[in-house]
């Protein structure tokens, strides 16, 4: 199996995938390789390579709390959710620990954010309200599922709000980053691209040591320590380079493309 990141990855800065990778994800997919799409972004931004998944269709969205079908619009399959009520502990957390803090929640409906939370890549339809507010439930587990907390600092570096967040908030979720701003994803605690990958690989008997991974940034750091034989980006945070088993070169040189042209060249 190969499984790759997305941004920063497999896709180059303007968002676009190349034709020698689309070719080679094609070849691989021919020769019998499994190829899962391995991402934070959720199932509505994966239009970008929807069009590049045979086989089976489906992609591991949101930093392994859902798993999608591609071929049938980004419809979810399996969601791994981070409770609101741990959610609201988070928030509570972090706005003591880290005054200034804006939140958004990612879940399965759709797209909620506190009016300070910067203009991404917002959905015009989404709830604009406090964290606590768009986190409430008149009953527990009765609200839409979420996939994960968004939490973006003004001022922090990017690596020191996640140090800060880990230390302390770690023990009741899973956060991590791929922004190179000060944003922070977090999940259901035991929730990351790798654990969900390994589950859709004991679906499919497939070891670890027959999985070539691919990323760039934090979020990607426990899949590629995980797979048999990974890979940091050119472009990829050192803390990526010092995880991966390999490195190939950046993201605008088609970096997955050259690893994947070389393990068919072997075989």
Partial sequence: MIATDLDGTLLRDDKSVSHRTITALAAAEEAGIEVFFVTGRPARWMGVVSDHVHGH?????????????LHSGGKLL?????????????????RREAPGTA???????????????PPFWLDPH?????????????EPG???????????????????????????????????????????EISGLGVSKASTLALCCAERGISADEVVAFGDMPNDIEMLSWAGRSYAMGNAHPDVVAAASGRTVANNDDGVARVIEDILGTR
């Fill in 57 to 69: 269709g489906l992609a591991i969205c949101a930093n392994g709390a859902a798993v999608v079908d």
């Fill in 78 to 94: 399996e969601v791994r959710p981070l409770e609101r009520s741990t959610a609201l502990e988070v928030v509570a957390t972090l």
């Fill in 103 to 117: 939140f958004a929640a990612e879940l399965t409906t759709g797209f909620n954010y506190e009016p300070d939370y």
């Fill in 126 to 138: 989404a709830t604009i309200a406090s964290a606590e507010e768009f986190l409430h439930e008149e």
């Fill in 142 to 184: 009765l609200g839409a599922p979420m996939l994960k907390l968004l939490a973006h600092h003004p001022d922090l570096t990017p690596d020191g709000f996640l140090a800060l967040a880990r230390t302390a908030a770690g023990a009741h979720a899973s956060i991590t980053r791929s922004s190179p701003s000060a944003l922070l």
